[in-house]
């Protein structure tokens, strides 16, 4: 029997055309909602998705022939893990392929919120001239707060360690002191993070732990010249809470890629706030990244089916 895999999210043509050349038939949708994911799923021996669309309970019930769930990325919080593990079956992700792309995104993230350059394009464009208004600060000497380094706390720690001379402070479970020395970071817990850090960059997986971990009281924390970065996932910050810290002057601002909703609702309130930079889920989105992340899930499907 040729064995099928379902596409269910846009990913690079090499990793498509790979699974092909190895005799594999491959069934292209994008992003299928819940119900219809249900009804295609039958059939397929394996199936690749991004972060859309979710591959819950349901879905997984309604397979017969099931052996592999793909994500082309990191993080795993729109596969229901638990549920694929008591039908034996195998979940992978690509863990490497974005780590640089989600690093860069977030230390432009910083740039943008520190240089007030979003804000400088936007006035620009309606004609105005905020030379005094768009006075920023730079990152050189300043003190980055990771949380959670893994691979791209690391690569983000290592860029602006390297690149701008920031000091470093982490927290992780872990609390890896030898994973921190080349940037000669300190591991700190994440009340005297949040107290220290001039940025606060979030590289957090979703867990019932993590989600809202940065709420009210931890936001309240932090100086109001910081700003808080988040690459991870939007519920690891409590929405409602932040937008009321970057009214209320809190902190000085935020730069934001992952939202509790996505897309993000039109009439959402960090849609009207200035000290806040928005970007649509891009930290994976570079012609590199996808490539990799393609390749190295399309690579694994072909060892465990083959």
């Known amino acids: 029997m040729t064995p099928r895999v379902l596409v269910a999210s846009r990913i690079s043509r090499s990793a498509v055309e790979l699974l092909k050349s190895r005799g594999f038939e491959v ?8 119900e219809e994911l249900a009804k295609l799923i039958k059939g397929f021996h394996a199936i690749i998705v991004r972060s859309k669309p979710r591959v819950t309970r349901r879905v997984i019930e309604a397979a017969d022939v099931l052996r592999v769930i793909a994500r082309a990325g990191v993080g ?8 694929a ?9 690509a863990p490497e ?27 620009m464009r309606s004609g105005e001239w905020v030379k005094h208004e768009a006075v920023g600060f730079e ?25 701008f001379g920031m000091k470093i402070v982490y927290t992780d479970q872990r609390c890896d002191r030898e994973a ?13 993070l949040l107290r220290r850090a001039d940025i ?17 009281d931890r936001l309240r924390l932090m100086k109001k010249t910081a700003i808080l970065i988040n690459t991870s996932r939007g519920a690891v910050v409590d929405t409602n809470a932040l937008i009321k810290a970057l009214r209320e002057g809190w902190i000085a601002g935020a730069g934001l890629d992952v939202y509790e909703e996505e897309p993000l609702p039109k009439d959402s309130p960090l849609l009207e706030l200035e000290n806040v930079v928005l970007t649509p889920h891009i930290g994976a989105s570079s012609v590199e990244a996808q490539e990799q992340a393609g390749l190295e899930v399309a690579q694994k499907i072909i060892e465990l089916l083959k």
């Not at 039908?87 to 992700?93: C, F, M, Q, R, T």
């Not at 980055?144 to 860029?159: D, K, P, S």
């Not at 921190?180 to 005297?192: P, Y």
């Open 85 to 93: 593990e008591k039908k034996g079956i195998k979940v992978v992700n």
């Open 27 to 34: 069934v292209e949708v994008n992003e299928p909602p819940e």
């Open 139 to 163: 990152l050189k000497g300043k003190t980055l707060g990771i949380v959670g380094l893994g691979r791209i706390g690391r690569a983000v720690a290592r860029i602006c360690y390297y690149g």
């Open 180 to 192: 921190g020395r080349e940037f000669n970071g300190e591991c700190v817990d994440l009340e005297t």
């Open 76 to 83: 795993l919080d729109n596969i229901d893990v638990e549920a």
């Open 200 to 216: 606060v960059s979030l590289h957090v997986p979703l867990t019932p732990e993590t989600k809202h971990m940065i709420n009210e």
């Open 97 to 123: 392929s974005v780590t640089q792309a989600v690093a860069e995104l977030a230390v432009g993230l910083m740039l943008a919120v520190a240089r007030k350059i979003a804000f400088s394009d936007r006035k």
